[in-house]
């Protein structure tokens, strides 16, 4: 009766994380769509305040996007068993391109604004001699394309029941 009762309680928690996985990978596609926004539209403001308050929110974005992926981590069956390696092994690429495009938002921001903070809000931010902040410009943007890739990409992989029980494909991978 007992190994009854625990197959029926591990079913359970089975679909209670799909459920629960549904509304996190909403959320941080919803992440992503706030930072695709953002980078589209904050270029047409001219508005000091309001391109501060938009790059404050596209950070706290990016940071909320970052601890939301570590807590679906430490949510997995893979990392309560201490197989931390793998979790690792198969989405460093994720992690360290976010990381790096945080980093990269937040150099533009802060340059972005020093440059605009007291000027007129006609002030044409593009002029010659600024080729050090059109390669931030750039780099920031291919940055995005990295991370939008990447994050929805680990996304869709946690979404796999594999990493939510015990499994021959975790016995297999843990080495």
């Not at 990016?62 to 309560?80: E, G, H, R």
């Amino acid at each position: 009766y007992y190994n009854e009762y625990k197959s029926y309680l591990s079913e359970w928690c089975v679909i209670m994380k799909a459920h629960q996985y549904g509304i996190i990978a909403t959320l941080q596609l919803f992440l992503i769509l706030v930072d695709l926004v953002i980078n589209t539209a904050a270029e047409h403001f001219t508005d000091v305040l309001v391109l501060l308050v938009l790059y404050i929110v596209q950070d706290l974005a990016l940071i909320l996007a970052l601890i939301v992926l570590f807590l679906v981590f430490f949510n997995t069956y893979v990392f309560k068993a201490g197989l931390l390696s793998i979790l690792i092994r198969k989405f460093v690429a994720t992690i360290v391109v976010t990381v790096i495009y945080l980093a990269l938002c937040l150099t533009f921001h802060v340059w972005a604004m020093q440059m605009r903070w007291g000027k007129e809000p006609d002030f044409y931010i593009w002029e010659t001699g600024k080729d050090g902040f059109l390669i931030l410009y750039v780099c920031q943007r291919a940055g995005s394309v990295l991370y939008y890739f990447f994050y929805k990409r680990t996304t869709l992989r946690l979404g796999d029941p594999n990493y939510y029980k015990d499994s021959h494909w975790l016995r297999q991978h843990a080495g």
